[in-house]
């Protein structure tokens, strides 16, 4: 014969609690690792294919006009018609390694600095100081394909969305204290670095963007160590490769792997010295 | 209370073979109603309150696996109903959010397979005619169908006996 059973449901509820405390317990831990499959498998899509293009498209124009205000933008219709060629060149190209990237805008800063950087909504900025240090157009496109890949993979608002979250951007976009935050996201992508990975992804995507247009593969080695060899007066000038970086082992990265396609290149038709003569003088 | 009240739990023995099966059957309609009904998550619900209702008259024994098995589940449900409505609505209005979606479905995913594994262990006891007791479903149910006056055994069993969960 059993003894007597002393408790029940309500009587008991240590019990009871206890076994929620479990449930509770199951439930936290798939959560948590719902999460880490999310972040593993998932994450970096999300930010860049959900936060949208349209955000992408809107933050543009809002940056751009931030660098206008503390950088001289250079109008010079040989400049234009320059740059209008080696994108007709790269377009092409563009178009079938990254399908759906957003329309390409070319900005020349009239500075010393040796730059160019990339804004959300597929506006690239270039400064004169890097044109200088180039000898082709050719070697500019290799910088361009460079950036371009920062365009067809939505580096800056990646950078941004990590940096100052979605909800940061979105007020942004909405009003309030936009003018702070927008002076403080166009200093971020004038100066910024990606990451390991994708400057290497932008170098790699540059090469093949280039064979891919018919224009020499080397032309992106080249360029780097064009920029190597510029050694301004001041080096904090030499912005586009940051000092930190192992040029030496981009340029190796980007013979070796120009050195894989065998391309019959056809030079990109722009007098690149006759153009640097007409940039205006630099500031001393 | 007297010894006359209380209520001595059936052992595997004595529980007939029909009862076995229609206790193990309210797990399997569980799975067969989660797997037909995906689309339509809260109709399934409905099957298994079915399957509850006819069910339950049969024994206590079969009463409680088959509200054990329809507690457990609805849990279960409400998480699928919820990744449904959330597909729906955005494919519909293009105006909802996918933020935070493929973790909720990572999340609802594990659930099911928890949920199934436990239903599986669930199950294999109910066909040999024991009381498994999941955590607070379990505890529900024992209390609606036996509740404080079961008797606890005196001694310890040498084999599986059916007791009540821990506390009562």
């Given at each position: 014969?059993?003894?007597?059973?002393?408790?029940?449901?309500?009587?008991?509820?240590?019990?009871?609690?206890?076994?929620?405390?479990?449930?509770?317990?199951?439930?936290?831990?798939?959560?948590?690792?719902?999460?880490?499959?999310?972040?593993?498998?998932?994450?970096?899509?999300?930010?860049?294919?959900?936060?949208?293009?349209?955000?992408?498209?809107?933050?543009?124009?809002?940056?751009?006009?931030?660098?206008?205000?503390?950088?001289?933008?250079?109008?010079?219709?040989?400049?234009?018609?320059?740059?209008?060629?080696?994108?007709?060149?790269?377009?092409?190209?563009?178009?079938?390694?990254?399908?759906?990237?957003?329309?390409?805008?070319?900005?020349?800063?009239?500075?010393?600095?040796?730059?160019?950087?990339?804004?959300?909504?597929?506006?690239?900025?270039?400064?004169?100081?890097?044109?200088?240090?180039?000898?082709?157009?050719?070697?500019?496109?290799?910088?361009?394909?460079?950036?371009?890949?920062?365009?067809?993979?939505?580096?800056?608002?990646?950078?941004?969305?990590?940096?100052?979250?979605?909800?940061?951007?979105?007020?942004?976009?909405?009003?309030?204290?936009?003018?702070?935050?927008?002076?403080?996201?166009?200093?971020?992508?004038?100066?910024?670095?990606?990451?390991?990975?994708?400057?290497?992804?932008?170098?790699?995507?540059?090469?093949?963007?280039?064979?891919?247009?018919?224009?020499?593969?080397?032309?992106?080695?080249?360029?780097?160590?064009?920029?190597?060899?510029a050694e301004p007066r001041d080096a904090s000038l030499l912005q586009w490769?940051?000092?930190?970086?192992?040029?030496?082992?981009?340029?190796?990265?980007?013979?070796?792997?120009?050195?894989?396609?065998?391309?019959?290149?056809?030079?990109?038709?722009?007098?690149?010295?006759?153009?640097?003569?007409?940039?205006?003088?630099?500031?001393? | 209370?007297?010894?006359?009240?209380?209520?001595?739990?059936?052992?595997?023995?004595?529980?007939?073979?029909?009862?076995?099966?229609?206790?193990?059957?309210?797990?399997?309609?569980?799975?067969?109603?989660?797997?037909?009904?995906?689309?339509?998550?809260?109709?399934?619900?409905?099957?298994?309150?079915?399957?509850?209702?006819?069910?339950?008259?049969?024994?206590?024994?079969?009463?409680?696996?088959?509200?054990?098995?329809?507690?457990?589940?609805?849990?279960?449900?409400?998480?699928?109903?919820?990744?449904?409505?959330?597909?729906?609505?955005?494919?519909?209005?293009?105006?909802?959010?996918?933020?935070?979606?493929?973790?909720?479905?990572?999340?609802?995913?594990?659930?099911?397979?928890?949920?199934?594994?436990?239903?599986?262990?669930?199950?294999?006891?109910?066909?040999?005619?024991?009381?498994?007791?999941?955590?607070?479903?379990?505890?529900?149910?024992?209390?609606?169908?036996?509740?404080?006056?079961?008797?606890?055994?005196?001694?310890e069993p040498r084999a599986w006996e059916n007791k009540p969960p821990e506390?009562?």
């Open positions: 014969m059993g003894e007597q059973a002393s408790g029940g449901l309500l009587t008991r509820r240590s019990s009871l609690l206890a076994e929620l405390a479990i449930l509770l317990a199951v439930l936290v831990v798939l959560g948590l690792l719902a999460f880490a499959a999310q972040k593993l498998f998932l994450a970096p899509r999300v930010v860049t294919n959900d936060v949208s293009k349209s955000l992408d498209n809107a933050l543009g124009p809002v940056v751009l006009r931030q660098v206008e205000m503390s950088h001289t933008v250079l109008s010079n219709p040989d400049v234009d018609a320059a740059f209008a060629a080696i994108m007709d060149r790269l377009r092409p190209a563009l178009g079938q390694l990254a399908p759906g990237s957003p329309k390409i805008r070319i900005v020349v800063i009239d500075s010393r600095t040796v730059n160019a950087f990339t804004l959300p909504g597929g506006i690239i900025c270039v400064d004169t100081g890097l044109m200088r240090n180039l000898g082709s157009a050719d070697q500019m496109a290799g910088v361009l394909g460079h950036e371009l890949s920062h365009v067809a993979h939505r580096d800056p608002l990646s950078l941004l969305a990590r940096q100052v979250g979605a909800a940061a951007l979105a007020g942004m976009l909405t009003g309030g204290r936009g003018g702070d935050l927008a002076r403080a996201l166009a200093q971020t992508l004038v100066n910024v670095r990606y990451g390991r990975e994708a400057e290497d992804r932008a170098d790699d995507f540059s090469v093949r963007l280039l064979a891919k247009a018919d224009i020499s593969p080397l032309a992106f080695a080249q360029a780097l160590e064009r920029i190597r060899k490769i940051d000092s930190h970086s192992p040029i030496d082992e981009r340029i190796a990265r980007a013979r070796q792997e120009a050195a894989g396609f065998s391309v019959e290149s056809r030079r990109i038709n722009v007098s690149w010295p006759a153009l640097i003569r007409k940039l205006p003088k630099p500031e001393e | 209370m007297s010894m006359e009240d209380t209520v001595r739990l059936p052992q595997p023995a004595e529980i007939t073979e029909r009862e076995k099966d229609d206790a193990m059957g309210a797990y399997l309609m569980m799975f067969a109603s989660l797997a037909i009904g995906l689309p339509i998550p809260l109709l399934n619900l409905i099957a298994s309150l079915i399957y509850f209702l006819v069910n339950k008259k049969t024994s206590p024994f079969v009463a409680f696996h088959a509200l054990q098995a329809l507690l457990s589940h609805i849990p279960v449900v409400l998480l699928n109903a919820g990744a449904a409505a959330w597909v729906i609505t955005n494919l519909a209005t293009h105006t909802a959010s996918w933020a935070g979606f493929f973790w909720y479905l990572f999340f609802t995913v594990l659930v099911n397979l928890t949920y199934i594994v436990w239903s599986i262990v669930a199950l294999i006891h109910a066909n040999k005619g024991r009381f498994f007791y999941m955590p607070v479903f379990g505890r529900i149910s024992f209390a609606t169908y036996y509740g404080a006056r079961a008797s606890r055994p005196a001694r506390g009562f």
